[in-house]
């Protein structure tokens, strides 16, 4: 007996990159509602984060309060993080064909604790590939920003929230300008999937240009012709 069973085709994966501040996660919950008027199953998560344990993890990560957490320590912790939500979450959607929108992946380890910490570009690269194989993202909206608007932003949204600063945005901007230039590293260094997109315009026009992205790179520039009503908003 043959089995005829229809296989789902897999899912896209993109992550959003960028610094504190930087407009990311506003920017991937506009795709995600893009994508999904256009009837695109999505999930969207975060890192660290984004199951029970995971968030768990965060909980310590991200306390201002979890001082003395060794470099190392702090890697080790996002990938466990990630490891985690990559069998929980990320796997299991792209192969039920759901897009997968993650704020935050391992550039961000690779542009924070590589760079900002100074473990180097290798040490995240090698536990990458031990913990998470050859999961990396089909495509990558880098979000670039200035340190000091960022910072100063991600501040301000604390304060109106009124939430603690994380531990990492009590950081210098000696740290932040290593982790924006190892962000702009990654870009050079893997064009085809990372793609640089300037923050500073209004959220619209940022919008506009992600979806630009979205369709050259993952849909291969096609065009859906769509009944009138829909073509105002259509993506594809
Ligand atoms: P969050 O409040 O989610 O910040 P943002 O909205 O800017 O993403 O905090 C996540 C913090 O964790 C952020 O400061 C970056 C940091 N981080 C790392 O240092 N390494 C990592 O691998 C990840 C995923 C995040």
């Known amino acids: 007996m043959t089995s005829v069973a229809k296989r789902a085709q897999r899912g896209k994966f993109i992550s959003f990159e960028g610094l504190d501040g930087c407009g990311k996660s506003t920017q991937l919950e506009k795709l995600a509602a893009a994508l999904r008027r256009q009837g695109v199953e999505v999930v969207t998560t975060r890192e660290p984060g984004g199951t029970a344990i995971g968030e768990r993890i965060r909980a310590v990560l ?3 309060r979890t001082a003395g957490l060794e470099p190392h320590a702090e890697m080790a912790l996002m990938f466990a993080s990630r490891a985690q939500l990559i069998a929980e979450v990320i796997l299991p959607a792209l192969e039920a064909g759901t897009w997968v929108l993650c704020d935050r992946f391992t550039d961000s380890t690779e542009a924070y604790q590589g760079g900002g910490r100074q473990l180097g570009s290798d040490a995240v690269l090698r536990l990458h590939e031990l913990l998470c194989g050859r999961m990396w993202p089909d495509l990558t909206i880098l979000m670039d920003s200035e340190v000091s608007s960022s910072v100063k932003r991600a501040r301000r949204r ?3 929230a009124e939430q603690d600063e994380n531990r990492f945005e009590k950081e210098s901007s000696a740290f932040f300008d290593r982790v924006h ?3 702009l590293q990654i870009a050079r260094r893997a ?4 793609a640089l997109v300037d923050a500073r315009p209004p959220i619209e026009k940022v919008h506009e240009e992600i979806l630009r992205v979205v ?13 009138k009503e829909e073509a105002d908003n259509a993506l594809f």
């Open 191 to 194: 064009p085809q999937r990372v």
């Open 215 to 227: 369709r050259e790179r993952l849909m291969g520039g096609q065009t859906l012709i769509k009944p």
């Open 62 to 64: 991200l306390d201002s």
């Open 181 to 183: 230039e190892t962000f």
């Open 158 to 160: 604390n304060r109106a």
